[in-house]
């Protein structure tokens, strides 16, 4: 057994990769995704920048595939950060596999980490600016969603009632970011933080898709219009992700953090507000 600390990232995309790039020196980083070659590309990448990397295969939807995670990345040492950086969006999955993967399985990794964790650690999720779309929620449906026993989450009623993608994908990330609120209250009694991080359009592989599906040229006007003028990039997620994991941020527990270049304003009270009504 090798006993260094421990980075496990799920989800090797341009997100996570930022994210393990800022807090995975001197530690084993364990790069896990449903495609073991994104995996592969990433360990590639990282292990020519200095970095010590291991892979595995993991199905973030699936509780068995997480187990074996768990038990993977404790070979290395103690593991002291998680980053979920995996997801499906609403143009690349079904209802259902959205549901399973975002919210679902994001529940059951901070379900199982939190039983890991070590002290000092700390964890983020990434969310979605998605998710801040959504009016707010009933008290009862966020706290269903907050501390529902994560094998009925799928079986609340206002959950399978959802017939589309975006839907789904908006009550994932608002589950998400519920989820770690309650999460923080478990991790904490291990000296260990969890927060959210919920962007905006990141270019990335995942948001390409988005760019040439179905929704593209909303996606491009919403671009325009929004306060930055211009998507986001997977470094500007890594630098606050990099400042919740570090020493300095470790006040900050539970909180989701909304970087989107102040698009989710702009929908809310300035010039995206057109975009309510088709959303
Ligand atoms: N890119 C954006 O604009 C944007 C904006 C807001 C939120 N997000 C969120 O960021 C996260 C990462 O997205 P990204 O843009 O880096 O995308 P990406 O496509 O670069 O990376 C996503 C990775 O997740 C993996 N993945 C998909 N399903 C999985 C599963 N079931 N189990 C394990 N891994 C799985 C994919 O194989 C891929 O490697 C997602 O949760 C997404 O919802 C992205």
Partial sequence: MNNKDVVVLLGTGSIGQAIARRVGAG??????????????????????????????????????????????????????NLINAAGVSPSQASVADILRVDLYGTAVLLEEFGKIISEGGSGVVISSQSGHRLPALPEE??????????????????????????????????????????????WGKRGATINS?????????????????????????????????????????GDM??????????????????IDGGTTASYWYGDLQYLKVTH
């Fill in 27 to 80: 530690k084993h980083i364990v790069l896990a995704d449903l495609k073991q070659e994104n995996a592969e590309v990433a360990a590639k990448i990282l292990e020519n920048a200095g970095f010590e990397t291991s892979t595995v295969a993991t199905d973030l939807g699936s509780r068995d595939s997480i187990l074996k995670l768990v038990e993977h990345s404790q070979k290395f040492g103690p593991v002291k």
């Fill in 197 to 237: 991080i919920s962007p905006g359009i990141i270019i990335t592989p995942l948001a390409n898709d988005e760019l040439h599906g179905p929704r593209a040229e909303g996606y491009l006007k919403m671009l325009r219009l929004c306060p930055a003028g211009r998507a986001g990039t997977p470094d500007e997620v």
């Fill in 141 to 186: 449906q966020n706290e269903q969603l907050a501390v529902s026993a994560v094998e009925e989450l799928l079986n609340l009623p206002f959950i399978k009632a959802i017939t589309d993608t975006l839907k789904a994908y908006q009550y994932s990330k608002r589950c998400n970011v519920l989820r770690v609120m309650y999460e923080a209250t478990r």
């Fill in 241 to 258: 992700a990099e400042f919740l994991m570090s020493s300095r941020g470790r006040w900050i527990s539970g909180s989701d953090f909304l």
